[in-house]
């Protein structure tokens, strides 16, 4: 069964019908799962890249009928040939499948097949139809029984997709193809809509996502991805200077409760969003004065300003959900107490903590030595967090780093430095963040390794450390950074700012031994539904998976509601048709960054307005600009829209 039969995908046939254990040739370029469920087993995948066969008992003229049944159900119908000829190929399949058929539809099915796939404007069209044109090749005598046969053929068990290689990149899979293209038609609220048919919080997440989607955008392989994120602040910054006020439809379930919700970062509000759109009566206790959790507290006011937050967040409210706002969970009120009083416990808390480098002097209270999320959080609450410190050198080379640095000239500090221990390459931080530091004049110091904390008099006064060099790779595939003899050196500055990571402050959960936890200090759910061993109890965002990107708690939270309405309403929190496909994208990629789309490029992104470097570093106004109406329209309209269909029979 796990052998390959054939296989067209992605334009390399190999055909082992007839051939036996070593004169079979191997399949190089699919991984294709030997399940979907797991009492599934996976006989045949016909998608946008060909036909892959695995079961030789496999109808192929009936996964064929299938499978462009779907890609016509998908067919935007704005190329009339796509819409017209995609219905003409799949009636006449079922026609074929019902023993009807006649030799001539064959040749229609192929001459459909190439004209659709020439004439189409986005790859619904041009890719769909060819796997089709591959089976009529490949597996003539097939169509040709099915059609001398005159017998009704048996339906098979099927499982049909329809994605994008943005949409499977996407945590929470947004349509974005389709709100771009709204974008480009100018139904800018359209577009938010459908945004927010997974999503609550458009204008935080098209400020400071990291934009797993453009990374997976086939424009990339003709030109520069289109600016996906920055388009989804477009329609959030226009229906805010319109003043409109979205209408979230609420559809209660048969059976609905009351949840509580510990901590309103983006995890907590997307629970809370999904919960009350199902008519769920949901509290949310947070510790901080206000909204947002990390994203409050360590995205700076310069990339997040605090009233986009704030007012996405007032619309959750809007929709009947009560956010407690200075209380902490464990502290103020117990997690038992949250327990007895609702239906179900979504926790939701951020990495608060944190953690040190393991150098000399770390422990020992010096002034000016100051955690990286500390420091964040006092600038971003409009305090200076050491105002007697001048010289900044801040550790570590992710974004909370960067953000550090580039926060520290905010607050009046003129000399900024950044130590990491790796090359510029090696940098885990977003490549626009490291620029645009790089653009406000911080001091890099790379291939450097702190190694002690120098202070006079309690307050520190330098930091000492040695020059690194590149070594074998480690177990993140990095060339390991080892210590270079004698290279010791000291940067002179009053404040050490160590950026190196967080954790978590779990001590909610103190006395409790039903609700597990890993070494990492995070709760161990189930990764699909979000469930602890306590059935009552659910977690997504930093608290499940250690310190993460926004759009990936936002993805947990939405996840967790879902499943916390089914356990209200006593249906099983089985994995859904989504998930099962989830596991086999990650398998069967959805992106080939070595496709060739087959025309020229040519049409770069649009990019957003910046303030200059020296007047931006001094000052907590927003440093980019959003897209101009006409920038929006002319930059959606660079999309390629692409979707396609992935047919499984089992």
Not at 137 to 153: G, Q
Not at 450 to 462: H, M, R, S, T
Request: charged share 30%; aromatic share 6%; net charge negative.
């Amino acid at each position: 069964m796990a052998e390959i039969l054939f296989s067209s995908w992605g334009g390399e046939v190999v055909d082992n019908r007839g051939k036996e254990g070593q004169d079979a040739e191997p399949v190089n370029n699919i991984d294709l799962p030997e399940h979907f469920r797991q009492d599934e087993k996976i006989k045949a995948l016909m998608g946008w890249y060909g036909l892959v066969l695995r079961d030789p008992e496999t109808d192929v003229v009936d996964l064929c009928r299938v499978y462009i049944r779907e890609v016509q159900n998908n067919s935007c119908g704005k190329c009339f040939l796509c819409r017209i000829g995609t219905r003409v190929m799949a009636e006449t399949l079922d026609r074929i499948c019902d023993g009807q058929g006649e030799n001539r539809d064959l040749e229609i099915l192929g001459r459909l097949a190439d004209s659709i796939s020439e004439s189409s404007k986005c790859n619904i069209g041009q890719s769909g139809p060819l796997p089709i044109k591959q089976a009529l090749e490949h597996f003539a005598a097939d169509f040709e029984a099915a059609v001398n046969e005159k017998r009704k053929r048996p339906t098979g068990t099927y499982h049909s997709k329809l994605t994008a290689p943005c949409m499977d990149a996407c945590p929470i899979h947004l349509d974005i193809p389709n709100y771009v293209e709204a974008i480009r038609e100018g139904r800018f609220l359209d577009s938010l809509d459908i945004i927010r048919e997974k999503l609550p919080l458009p204008g935080v997440v098209g400020r400071v996502c990291v934009r797993p989607c453009e990374e997976h955008c086939r424009r990339m392989n003709l030109d520069e991805p289109i600016s996906i994120k920055f388009l989804k602040r477009f329609v959030a910054d226009y229906e805010l200077s319109k003043g409109k006020e979205p209408k979230f439809e609420i559809e209660p379930s048969e059976k609905t409760g009351k949840i509580a919700i510990v901590g309103a970062g983006p995890s907590g509000v997307t629970c809370a969003y999904h919960l009350a759109r199902k008519g769920h009566k949901v509290t949310i206790y947070e510790r901080l004065p206000e909204p947002g959790g990390m994203s409050a507290m360590g995205i700076p006011d310069y990339r997040l300003p605090r009233p986009i937050l704030r007012e996405e967040v007032d619309r959750i409210e809007r929709m009947g959900v009560t956010i407690n706002y200075g209380v902490t969970v464990g502290k103020d009120i117990k997690l038992s107490q949250l327990e007895a009083d609702n239906d179900a416990v979504f926790i939701a808390i951020g990495a608060q903590l944190g953690t040190t480098m393991g150098v000399e002097g770390e422990d020992q209270g010096y002034a000016g030595y100051i955690k990286g999320v500390d420091y964040l959080l006092a600038i971003n609450q409009g305090r200076d967090p050491y105002p007697e410190g001048k010289t900044v050198v801040v550790v570590g080379g992710g974004n909370v780093a960067i953000d550090c640095v580039r926060c520290s000239f905010r607050v009046g500090k003129p000399n900024v430095n950044l130590v990491y221990r790796r090359t510029k390459n090696e940098m885990p931080a977003d490549d626009v963040e490291i620029h645009d530091a790089e653009e406000e004049k911080v001091n890099f110091h790379f291939l450097t390794q702190p190694i002690k904390i120098l202070a006079k008099d309690g307050k520190v006064v330098g930091l000492e450390c040695v020059k690194m060099e590149l070594g074998e790779p480690d177990e993140s595939g990095r060339r390991r950074p080892v210590p270079v003899e004698g290279s010791n050196f000291v940067i002179d500055c009053d404040i050490v700012v160590p950026a190196i990571g967080q954790t978590m402050d779990l001590s909610l959960l103190e006395g409790r031994d039903d609700v597990k936890t890993t070494r990492w200090k995070t709760l161990v759910v189930d990764e699909v539904t979000k469930q602890s061993d306590n059935p009552k109890i659910f977690s997504a965002g930093d608290c499940e998976t250690g310190p993460g990107a926004l759009i990936t708690a936002c993805a947990g939270g939405r996840k967790a509601a879902l499943n916390i309405d089914k356990m209200i309403n006593g249906l099983p929190l089985e994995y859904t048709e989504e998930d099962y496909f989830d596991k086999f994208f990650s398998k069967v990629k959805v992106f080939d960054p070595a496709e060739d789309i087959g025309f020229l490029g040519g049409r770069p992104r649009k990019q957003l307005k910046m303030l200059d470097p020296e007047t931006r570093k001094w000052t907590n106004d927003e440093v980019e600009q959003g897209f101009s109406l006409l920038d929006a329209v002319a930059e959606a309209d660079r999309c390629l829209r692409c979707y396609r269909v992935a047919t499984i029979k089992v």
